[in-house]
């Protein structure tokens, strides 16, 4: 099983800043694309940012040029530093990961999903 751990979140005021991460652990070969979602109270979850296994970016236009996503292959640990925050970034941030795993000569791919972490955005 792989478990994946957000951590970070918080009360910010706007334009503030605030750096969310999320540990991988467990078992598995690689990981390869991981990204950030959010989910506001009656809004669908959405993405926000994603990362492949090399470390090219993209993001949702709404967070362009605030959000920077970044990895540390080394760490298993997936980073979404928000900078010039708003109140409309208040959400629940998941971090997801495409993990690859064997069982015996077998070669699976898995989504996993992290708990969540509140970012909550004062005006």
């Known amino acids: 099983q792989v478990q994946l751990v957000e951590s970070g979140g918080g009360l910010v005021q706007a334009g503030g800043s605030l750096r969310v991460s999320c540990a991988a652990s467990?078992?598995?070969?690689?990981?390869?694309?991981m990204g950030w979602y959010r989910q506001a109270p009656g809004n669908q979850r959405e993405l926000v940012a994603a990362?492949?296994?090399?470390?090219?970016?993209n993001y949702v236009n709404s967070v362009k040029g605030r959000f920077t996503i970044s990895r540390d292959n080394a760490k298993n640990t997936l980073y979404l530093q928000m900078n010039s925050l708003k109140p409309e970034d208040t959400a629940v941030y998941y971090c997801?990961?495409?993990?690859?795993?064997?069982?015996?000569?077998?070669?699976?791919?898995?989504?996993?999903w992290g708990q969540g972490t509140q970012v909550t955005v004062s005006s």
């Open positions: 990362i492949t296994s090399g470390g090219s970016g």
């Open positions: 997801n990961a495409d993990v690859t795993q064997y069982t015996g000569s077998y070669r699976y791919t898995s989504r996993y």
């Open positions: 467990g078992s598995f070969s690689s990981i390869n694309a």
